[in-house]
Structures are given as C-alpha cells and as structure tokens.
C-alpha cells in the first residue's frame, strides 16, 4: 500500500493574455526527492528562435511572459552547470520538470517521467533477470528507484548505473491510480513524458500516446547488445501481470516516416557532412540530430552522429549513437555497417580499459564480418586480460 504524501511547494498557474500566454514552470532535481534547482536557465524557443529566456528562483519555480502560443511548436528549453539540459516539446505550463545531474558511466542510463496533474500516482518500473525496480523494491543490481512520487507532475526516476551485456532490460509506467480500470483512457491523457539520458546528453524523449486504453505504457526494451528496442503501446494489465515478462506484446514500434521527411534528413545530414569537413562538430551534431527528428529510422545520420560525439570527448553519447546505427542499419552493406558500429563502441570500451565489455563487442563484429582488424582487435584485448 503506498501512503500518499504531500509536496512542500506549489505550481503556478496560467496566466493568458490576448498577445499570447505566460508559462510558469518548476525545475527539480531528478535524482533527490522534492530538491529544487536554482538559477537554471530556462529558455522557450519558437520557430528556431528564442523568444525569451529567465532563470529560476530559490524555489525553483519561473514564469515566463511572451507573445507565443503554449502549443507543440514552442520548444522549452532547461539548461544548469553539472546537469543535463532538457528539451521538450510543450504545451508545457503549469508543469514540473526535472533535471539530470550528468553521469559518469559509460554504459549507465536514467530514466525520468513527467507527467500532468492526473493521475496523481505514475509507477516507473524496470524489468531484468531477477529484478524488478520500482517503488516496493528500489534497489537492484546496479539500478535503482531514485525518485518516487504520488502526488502529481513527478519527477519519477530510474537509474541504471551500469548495464550488463546480454542482459535484457524492460521500461514501463503503471498508472496506480486508476490500476483496477483496465480500459480507463486517463494514462493517455496525462500528459506524460519519459526522458532518457545517457553521458551528459539527452538522448530520447517520449510522449504518451493519446486517445487510447489502458492502464500501462509500455515504452522499450534494451536488448542483450545494449540496443533501445522502442515499442512505445499502451496496454491493460492486472497488478499479478505487471511484472511478468511474458504477459507483454513487445512488438517494435513502426515508425512513418514520409518522402518528404526522409528528403529533409537527407539533406540536414548532407548539411553535416559539410559542417564536419569544415571542422564545426558542433554545427556537425547538430544538423545529424535535426536529421534524426524528421527520420528517427535514419541509421547513418546516427553513424555520423556517433562519429562526432567521439570527436567531442561524449563517448556514453558515442556508444548509444552507434546503437541506434545498429539497429537501423540498412541496405546491401548492413553486415558492414553493423560490424564497424561494433568496433566503435568495443574501441570506446578499451580506450575506457573496460577490456571485459572491449571484447564482447569486437566478437560482435567480427561475427557479422571477417576483418584482420577486428582479429586484430580481439588478440590485443586478449593480452591486456591475461591471456583470456
């Protein structure tokens, strides 16, 4: 039974105006319990242009006036030293968003969701051999429930320290509140959002599906090889089914993307190729990444991407960007594509001496392809192990 507690601070509400509308956000620390951050930067973008820009109170609380619309074209953006910055589509008044202190393993990940006012209580849980992390059991092997909330907004958040290769991880939220409505539509229209970081970056934001039933999102699996397998449903389950594995239809998510949209990613990762020939990785990065917004099945705007966060020093970032390639590879040069993805990350792995995790992934890509490179690679990793 969870007991219902009650949260030291309130959030502002709307103010409209006829030129526009005011948003009022709180900021919190996504890994400490009611923590506010202070002096974080809060930014609203519109159109590519930022339209203002304040910073947040002790009370981590802003509001920002301007003559835009709180709709799916404004961009909010939270920027703070020592956190991840945040992006996310609004509307996006009246809510809280947390922010993610940077980590420091190269194969750890947070998970952070946000929602609306209702329902009160949304469940984070994470599913892998032997354990299942949410708020009756916080602690796992290297993962854990930072954040627990019940009243509203969130932040709710898991972290997992360090990933195990070969081991299959599983995202869902539960909606408590409503958990004996199996066709409630109240989860779907929570306005719910997951947040996944990884390294100082980030990566994936996802945003609940609308007008559907059921009291689970069902959001992604990272399978053995450390690929996110989205799947991104919403789905009916019993509290007996929430934590068997089982029980879920894990089908990947299709993902549309139209001509039109697969032209425009082509032409931004075109654009990036000539940003990095010119030597501006951050002008690179960020036309990969617009890439990847209009066509998110776009494997080699994520090679490329990979590539430039190597160049940057990002090497969590660089590992999930060659990932992505993986899983996304295409055409008659898959099996190379995939095999060179490998090799980025198991090189990442033993630049870090992580020599245990450097030789899973060089295997991995000598079995897609046969390269004296990759032979190479696993007998001189072979030697930093002793000989193993």
């Not at 956000?25 to 930014?43: P, Y």
């Not at 301007?66 to 609004?90: A, M, P, R």
């Not at 999102?217 to 594995?245: A, C």
């Not at 046969?370 to 007998?379: G, K, Q, R, T």
Request: glycine fraction near 6%; aromatic fraction near 10%; proline fraction near 2%.
């Amino acid at each position: 039974m969870k007991i219902k507690l009650v949260k030291s601070f309130l959030v502002l509400m709307l103010t409209s105006h006829a030129i526009g509308q005011n948003i009022s956000v709180q900021v919190l620390s996504a890994v400490e319990k009611d923590k506010v951050v202070e002096n974080a930067e809060v930014m609203i973008q519109r159109n590519g242009e930022t339209s203002a820009k304040k910073f947040t109170n002790t009370q981590g609380k802003v509001i920002i006036n301007g003559s835009f619309q709180d709709d799916l074209n404004t961009l909010l953006i939270i920027k703070k030293e020592n956190y991840s910055s945040l992006v996310v589509k609004c509307p996006c008044n009246d809510l809280t968003y947390a922010l993610s202190p940077i980590m420091k393993n190269l194969d750890g990940m947070r998970i952070v969701l946000n929602w609306g006012k209702y329902p009160e209580d949304l469940d984070s849980h994470l599913t892998f051999s032997g354990n299942h992390i949410f708020f009756q059991h916080k602690k796992g092997n290297k993962s854990n429930l930072d954040v627990d909330d019940i009243d509203s907004y969130g932040p709710e958040t898991i972290t997992i320290e360090n990933k195990k290769f070969g081991e299959t991880y599983h995202y869902f939220v539960h909606d408590y509140s409503n958990k004996n409505d199996l066709n409630s539509n109240k989860l779907s229209a929570s306005d719910a959002k997951v947040f996944v970081y990884v390294g100082q970056s980030l990566v994936k934001t996802y945003y609940i599906p609308k007008n559907k039933k059921g009291n689970v999102w069902n959001l992604f699996k990272i399978n053995g090889n450390g690929e996110i397998i989205d799947i991104n449903n919403i789905v009916s389950k019993t509290e007996q089914e929430i934590g068997i594995e089982n029980s879920y239809d894990n089908t990947e998510e299709e993902v549309y993307v139209s001509n039109e949209d697969k032209k425009k990613a082509l032409l931004l990762n075109q654009k990036g190729d000539l940003a990095y020939q010119k030597k501006d990785i951050d002008g690179a990065v960020s036309y990969y990444k617009q890439a990847i917004e209009y066509n998110p099945t776009f494997g080699q705007a994520y090679g490329n991407l990979g590539l430039m966060f190597i160049k940057k020093g990002y090497k969590a970032e660089a590992i999930y960007a060659n990932r992505k390639a993986i899983t996304y590879a295409s055409g008659n040069s898959i099996n190379t594509t995939q095999a060179s993805a490998y090799y980025n990350i198991a090189k990442i792995f033993e630049n870090d001496n992580d020599f245990e995790e450097a030789l899973n992934y060089y295997r991995l890509a000598k079995q897609l392809k046969e390269n004296v490179v990759y032979d190479n690679a696993i007998n001189r990793v072979k030697s930093k192990m002793g000989g193993q």
